[in-house]
């Protein structure tokens, strides 16, 4: 599971792209392209991970699937910030550091608050232990994700 886990945060950051974007070069792909990526491989990941029963399965992927989409708004708010900090340097000032770092902290409130409703909803449709297991799978996820994006991001002055 680790593996695959550390697997997975490479290629979320450096790499596999659906089939017909392979070819290009990352400057060439497009954020849609890089997306549907990043969401195929997550599902993979927590598929391998889960090992549902077909009747799990039923309930669970609906969720999953609204979930994901709920998670992209604040996750994509987060990667705006980074990218404002990445591109700001060292010419960032007072007024846009603070302004980004509360974005980053909105969006991490807003992620928390959707993992709490949608666990909650999936206790309503699953066995307690997949639900746990799930929210391993996904803080394993994010964890990953996260560290790779801050060891490519410079710190402020």
Not at 1 to 30: N, T, Y
Not at 84 to 102: E, H, M
Not at 137 to 149: C, G, L, T
Request: proline residues 5%; aromatic residues 8%; charged residues 30%.
């Amino acid at each position: 599971m680790r593996a695959l886990l550390l697997v997975l945060g490479c290629v979320l950051l450096f790499g596999a792209m659906p089939v017909g974007a392979q070819d290009k070069p990352a400057a060439e792909r497009s954020s849609a392209e890089w997306l549907a990526q990043i969401q195929d491989d997550r599902k993979a990941v927590v598929a391998k991970a889960m090992d549902l029963t077909p009747e799990e399965a039923k309930k669970f992927w609906p969720m999953y699937e609204v979930f994901q989409r709920e998670m992209a708004v604040p996750r994509s708010a987060v990667t705006r910030a980074l990218n404002d900090f990445v591109a700001a340097g060292y010419k960032l000032t007072d007024a846009n550091a603070r302004r980004l770092a509360q974005e980053v902290l909105a969006a991490e409130k807003e992620e928390t608050r959707l993992r709490d409703k949608h666990f909650r909803k999936m206790l309503s449709a699953l066995p307690p232990n997949r639900v746990a297991r799930y929210m391993q799978v996904e803080n394993k996820i994010d964890a990953i994700v996260r560290y790779e994006a801050a060891r490519e991001i410079p710190l402020t002055r």
